[in-house]
């Protein structure tokens, strides 16, 4: 279903035409009907000609409450611009253009309203400037009706245009639905209730939703519609969800309804701007307020650079690429710039402004997170779906929940292949780079480096290691010798000689218990494996229950090795330790 949304100066006849249109007054408050002028957001809805049901929303039209006419404006598919032709073309007139033509709004029509009050020549006189006016906008070509709502002349007209105009706006339902709130209240017997135009998705009844930002869960008790319950509603309509879990306190205007895991929220993004029709010198060094659905808070603009700039916010935003927004100068109250998303999550400042142009907001979903990926080398899947409203990365590979494109996999195996050599070159003695420290370097999972080890042909995974295929490791002729009157001094007995007096430095040690020449026993003792079978010979001689000085007796050793001996055992569980006695297991 299509929205449209009026736009133009204060006291144009927005509100007016919208009752006829509509047999509704679009003026929900007694202070807007008392002083007969739209402060707030208002609705309406009704059949057109054809019979195709639309929804209204009608903004303020006086420049105190643009805040309001923000709030209300960024989902409009049509827009319905109004020009008094008694007073023709006005500052809120030039700055609501401005605001469409940054929201990318390019289908409308130009209601000339109040056309009873002057001559044909003046209507003639306040076209020619409509259109001059209109000139390189969206809006460049929409139709320019004259009308009254005080008689109805032309009114049918408007609503033969807006007709016509509807066949033309595209469906989107990308099934991420969010609505963006714009009014909060709560209804005796429902509850909180929250109004918005529902975008991107279909919403039923039941459904599992999250408040964003705050990330509060809720369910969508009722569903409602121009007055009439739904169990599903399509997007594009004007929508009250009735939710079930929070209270109204919970939720403002500017929140976000969508559903759970499909929204990422974001404080830093990277964007496309482009400055208002009427500024002329634009700085990021202004006081802004971002504007983007329903919300308005403070911005800053942290760089620019041409049109491309990284906006920092003040709260978080759920957004997606392609979302557009409004910058509003506080201290000028003026809207100067608008944007698109470009990147809701970018890396470093300098990177992200250089990756402007490889984003195309307008691709399709599978194409934006491709592009994403491409720029970051790597990320979530849950992340990438959200940033793209579901796409899938091509070019990539999948391990387990994150996606790693080709180029940056590549150079994954690159990079790990090269510190696996320098680790060859500074530890020649030993097996290869611990898996778990190659994944720090890399500043990879484990998983992720698992995967690249794998596909790597020149890199292949022993034990706990990661070494160079094919390669092999063995002492040097001057460590052999080393080692074997190390073996003779071992194999003189369990009373072995303490780590340090064996003559071998530390790495030849570590590659003879890797290859299972020595097994360490505790802090600077090592045996050979036969010795430590020597020892489970004598632990299977045991009594049920021994000391350490029956087992030092046993083995004839001293306790400075009895005791290491039974805590390896322990370790092992070959023992088991109860207070000061010990049993085999």
């Given at each position: 279903m299509p929205l449209i949304g009026t736009a133009g100066h204060v006291d144009h006849g927005k509100s007016s035409l919208i009752q006829r249109l509509t047999g509704r007054d679009p003026d929900r408050w007694a202070e807007e009907k008392r002083r007969g002028l739209t402060i707030d957001l208002g609705f309406a809805w009704t059949r057109l000609p054809s019979g195709t049901e639309v929804s209204f929303v009608d903004v303020p039209g006086h420049e105190k409450y643009l805040k309001n006419m923000l709030a209300g404006i960024e989902a409009v598919d049509i827009a319905l611009f109004v020009v008094a032709a008694d007073e023709s073309w006005m500052p809120q007139s030039e700055e609501h253009l401005a605001v469409l033509d940054l929201l990318g709004v390019e289908d409308g029509v130009i209601a000339l309203t109040k056309s009873d009050l002057v001559d044909d020549d003046l209507i003639g006189l306040a076209s020619d400037e409509i259109r001059e006016k209109l000139a390189d906008t969206g809006l460049a070509s929409a139709r320019i009706i004259p009308m009254s709502s005080l008689d109805g002349e032309g009114v049918d007209a408007v609503a033969a245009e807006l007709d016509r105009l509807i066949e033309s706006v595209p469906a989107r339902d990308t099934d991420r639905p969010r609505l963006w709130v714009d009014r909060v209240f709560s209804a005796t017997g429902a509850g909180t209730v929250v109004t918005g135009t529902l975008l991107d998705g279909s919403l039923s009844v039941d459904d599992a939703v999250v408040i964003y930002p705050q990330g509060s869960v809720a369910r969508t008790r009722g569903l409602q519609s121009h007055e009439s319950a739904h169990q599903t509603l399509e997007p594009g309509r004007r929508v009250a969800i009735n939710l079930g879990g929070v209270s109204k306190d919970d939720v403002e205007r500017g929140d976000m309804v969508g559903r759970p895991e499909e929204w990422d929220t974001s404080t830093r993004f990277l964007a496309r701007l482009e400055t208002a029709r009427y500024v002329e010198d634009f700085s990021r060094r202004g006081a802004f307020h971002l504007h983007m659905g329903s919300l308005a808070q403070p911005a800053?603009?942290?760089?620019?650079?041409?049109?491309?700039?990284?906006?920092?916010?003040?709260?978080?935003?759920?957004?997606?690429?392609?979302?557009?927004?409004?910058?509003?100068?506080?201290?000028?109250?003026?809207?100067?710039?608008?944007?698109?998303?470009?990147?809701?999550?970018?890396?470093?400042?300098?990177?992200?402004?250089?990756?402007?142009?490889?984003?195309?907001?307008?691709?399709?979903?599978?194409?934006?997170?491709?592009a994403l990926l491409a720029i970051r080398g790597q990320g979530s899947a849950l992340l990438l779906s959200a940033h793209s409203l579901g796409g899938v990365p091509g070019d990539s590979r999948k391990v387990g929940d994150t996606y790693i494109s080709d180029a940056a996999f590549e150079e994954y195996q690159t990079e790990a292949a090269r510190l696996v050599s320098t680790e060859h070159e500074v530890h020649p003695l030993r097996v290869g780079l611990p898996v778990a420290t190659l994944a720090e370097r890399l500043g990879a999972d484990q998983e992720v480096v698992d995967q690249v080890v794998t596909e790597t042909a020149t890199l292949v995974q022993i034990g706990p290691d990661v070494a160079v295929a094919g390669r092999e490791v063995s002492l040097p002729e001057d460590q052999l010798a080393r080692w074997s009157s190390a073996r003779d001094l071992l194999e003189a007995g369990l009373d072995v000689p303490s780590e340090g007096d064996l003559g071998l430095d530390s790495e030849v040690i570590h590659l003879l218990i890797r290859q299972g020449e020595l097994v360490r026993l505790g802090p600077g003792l090592v045996m050979l494996p036969s010795q430590v079978s020597s020892l489970k010979e004598i632990l299977g001689g045991m009594p049920d229950e021994f000391t350490v000085a029956d087992f030092r007796d046993a083995a004839g050793l001293s306790r400075k090795y009895a005791v290491p001996i039974l805590e390896w055992t322990d370790v092992e569980g070959l023992t088991v330790r109860r207070g000061d006695a010990r049993t085999l297991r």
């Open positions: 800053e603009i942290v760089a620019l650079e041409g049109t491309a700039a990284v906006i920092r916010t003040s709260r978080p935003i759920a957004m997606a690429v392609g979302d557009r927004f409004i910058l509003r100068d506080t201290g000028r109250r003026l809207v100067t710039a608008g944007g698109v998303v470009l990147d809701p999550e970018p890396g470093a400042t300098r990177p992200a402004l250089e990756s402007a142009g490889d984003l195309d907001p307008t691709g399709d979903p599978d194409t934006i997170a491709s």
